[in-house]
């Protein structure tokens, strides 16, 4: 049996699908690397399909490569999926990524007003809790956010001296 299992290994096959979540609906995602414990890898298609063969029988851990993940992505619930090989054996595992998106937007002064910058205003990402500051031209953006619905609100103390909102300070984002 020694002689077997080091001279003519049993293996079978891990395949399954990797697809995105977004507001849209399910897509495959292409390019997602997964990998085994034993450092074996395969990447996605664009069709999101993967397939690892020659896989040693036994227990095996198949995981979404978080290193090599691509950075319009983030992991959605199952990271590694635990798998087990059996003789000649095809064993199915997918896997779901959540699509990433940026918001960018700008503060804008009403024509006539004369502030030397815009620079510095914060602008808060409800309900993340998010925030940034905008630029000289009074532009801003948030990134890596998951599709969803958010309020970009302005804090108003930092608004430049003598100056109020025309408008309300929050604004819907999906």
């Known amino acids: 049996d020694q002689y077997t299992v080091q001279h003519m290994p049993i293996t079978?096959?891990?395949?399954?699908?990797?697809?995105?979540?977004?507001?849209?609906?399910?897509?495959p995602a292409a390019g997602v690397v997964i990998a085994l414990e034993n450092g074996k890898i395969a990447v996605t298609d664009v069709?999101?399909?993967?397939?690892?063969?020659?896989?040693?029988?036994?227990?095996?851990?198949a995981s979404l490569d978080m290193e090599q993940l691509p950075a319009d992505y983030n992991p959605g619930p199952e990271r590694s999926v635990p798998v087990t090989i059996g003789p000649r054996k095809l064993v199915r595992a997918d896997f779901?990524?959540?699509?990433?998106?940026?918001?960018?937007?700008?503060?804008?002064?009403?024509?006539?007003?004369?502030?030397?910058?815009?620079?510095?205003?914060?602008?808060?990402?409800?309900?993340?809790?998010?925030?940034?500051s905008t630029s000289n031209d009074g532009s801003f953006a948030f990134y890596n956010l998951p599709d969803g619905t958010y309020q970009a609100v302005i804090d108003e103390t930092t608004l430049p001296p003598e100056s109020r909102l025309k408008c309300d300070p929050s604004v819907p984002v999906v």
Do not use: M
Not at 112 to 118: D, I, K, P, R, Y
């Open 47 to 61: 069709n999101g399909r993967y397939q690892l063969e020659n896989v040693p029988e036994g227990a095996h851990v």
């Open 12 to 27: 079978g096959s891990v395949e399954g699908f990797v697809h995105v979540l977004t507001a849209a609906g399910r897509q």
């Open 96 to 132: 779901s990524v959540l699509s990433l998106g940026a918001v960018p937007g700008k503060v804008v002064a009403q024509a006539g007003s004369e502030f030397e910058t815009l620079e510095g205003i914060v602008v808060r990402l409800e309900p993340t809790g998010q925030y940034t």
